[in-house]
């Protein structure tokens, strides 16, 4: 039987996260993947969970970019789950059949996958994740690796920050995305893993704003009155960063230390506001990881040794380094941290 290789890419899992268990190093071990060795050309089936938003169009062009460099794969196909779980299915059952070497994915639900990743298995075909860790004790065990930046390092890297700018007290707000995603649940474990440490820190209350700016903008329009003293605010996006920072402004609040996020828009604004002192953090979760689960699966189909968690720490934007990040000639919806060559980046996003 001809070898098949599934790569589960996880992004965004949906889901309450009950008892967040943060990937630990000493959980990584290096996998034997000498097994799965095969000649090229390879046949790569790339499932894109979703296109709803300009990070995920980018992430998707990211690994599809890092595969057209490497003339050992010879087929690319592509399939489109448009956020749907059941599609999603029939997507990995699709690309199964078609007797691809490989299969990208992002799950939309780490439960929903178990039994096409276990029907993958059982036709010796190993899967790697990419784009965050796997909780799903199921679904985990039938990974090979796992690729990606963690969201709770996200989350701690800006409450740090936060931390340090604020002097190790302050009353903070913060604003969290979707109630109920991993993500979202895994950031903010993240941040009060840090918050906790210092008693002179106070969160003063903590909004779901669905990494939306004109919902971040309402619900901070409506805490400034009921909060006289705010001295700053963790964000766990850059969207809901901008509709604070609009907030503040059109209250006559001055600004205050804020987390943000490499997203153009807010590195724009970020920039405009140097000279008022106004200053912030942005820590990441590159796009570029989808170009990472290419090299991992490169890896792996030569029979090279992988590690269990292939882990980065958040890559962060500083004042110092914001300069080398800010496209003033992009729209706000290009994401800063890329590998894309200009031309890609001019195809998705245009700019002058």
Not at 58 to 66: G, L, M, R, S, T
Not at 157 to 165: I, K, N, Q
Request: aromatic share 10%.
């Amino acid at each position: 039987m001809r070898k098949v290789f599934v790569f589960v890419v996880l992004l965004v899992a949906v889901g309450l996260l009950a008892g967040i268990a943060v990937a630990a190093d000493d959980q990584v071990t290096m996998v034997d993947t000498s097994q799965y060795k095969i000649n090229p050309p390879y046949r790569i089936g790339f499932d894109i969970y979703w296109l709803g938003n300009s990070w995920s169009v980018q992430f998707a062009e990211e690994f599809k970019y890092e595969a057209s460099k490497h003339p050992e794969i010879g087929e690319l196909i592509v399939t489109d789950s448009q956020g749907q779980v059941a599609k999603q299915v029939a997507s990995l059952e699709d690309l199964i059949a078609q007797d691809v070497d490989i299969i990208v994915v992002t799950p939309l639900s780490e439960s929903a996958l178990v039994p096409v990743v276990q029907k993958a298995v059982d036709r010796g075909i190993p899967v790697i994740c990419n784009g965050g860790f796997v909780y799903n004790e199921a679904l985990a065990k039938l990974v090979v690796t796992q690729v990606s930046v963690d969201d709770y390092d996200f989350g701690r890297v800006g409450a740090e920050w936060l931390v340090e700018a604020l002097g190790g007290e302050g009353k903070i707000i913060a604003l969290s995305g979707m109630p109920g995603m991993l993500t979202t649940d895994l950031r903010w474990a993240g941040a009060t893993s840090i918050f906790d440490q210092y008693p002179g820190i106070e969160v003063l209350t903590r909004e779901y704003a669905d990494w939306a700016y004109p919902k971040a903008k309402s619900i901070m329009a409506s805490l400034l009155p009921a909060f006289p003293e705010i001295d700053g605010v963790w964000s766990s996006g850059a969207a809901m960063t901008r509709g604070v920072i609009e907030a503040f402004e059109e209250a006559a609040r001055n600004l205050v230390p804020m987390t943000g996020e490499d997203n153009n828009g807010f590195l724009k604004m970020w920039q405009e506001r140097l000279d008022e002192g106004f200053d912030s953090i942005a820590p990441t979760k590159p796009t570029y990881i989808g170009a990472e689960a290419c090299l991992a699966a490169l890896k792996v189909l030569n029979g090279e040794p992988v590690p269990s968690q292939i882990k980065f720490d958040p890559p962060v934007i500083t004042s110092e380094t914001l300069d080398k990040f800010v496209r003033l000639d992009l729209p706000d919806s290009f994401w800063a941290r890329t590998r894309l060559p200009e031309d890609i980046i001019r195809s998705l996003f245009g700019g002058d």
